[in-house]
């Protein structure tokens, strides 16, 4: 079975950094592509990143460009996503996802296992 854990979350005053760390157990061999997605109050979950099996494609929303890296660390099943230049918009639980397919995308369908999240708040 395999899990998805999130860590890295806080409170931290707007134009600080945060690095949210994910690692996924549970199935020896896979080939997982990854992404972050986040859900502010009151609206609906979205694509922050992604990134391919390989390490070699990246996507991010635009909001995030600049400011915001996705990377992993295949070794020990761990993504990593590092925040920087945080706003209050910025706000909210953010959540790993692994798709089957070595490739990443922004649609939630595409994912097979979530983890349960980790709260990001940016205080202005």
């Known amino acids: 079975q395999v899990q998805v854990v999130e860590s890295g979350g806080g409170l931290v005053q707007a134009g600080g950094s945060l690095r949210l760390s994910c690692a996924v157990s549970g199935r020896t061999g896979s080939r997982f592509a990854m992404a972050w997605f986040r859900q502010a109050p009151g609206k609906e979950r979205k694509f922050v990143a992604g990134?391919?099996?390989?390490?070699?494609?990246?996507d991010y929303e635009d909001s995030v460009k600049g400011r915001f890296t996705i990377s992993r660390h295949n070794a020990k099943n761990t993504i990593y996503l590092q925040m920087n230049s945080l706003k209050p918009e910025d706000t909210a639980v953010y959540y790993c996802a692994a798709s089957d397919y070595g490739i990443a995308s922004r649609q939630e369908y595409t994912y097979h296992y979530w983890g349960q999240g980790t709260q990001v708040t940016v205080s202005s």
């Open positions: 990134i391919s099996w390989s390490g070699e494609d990246k």
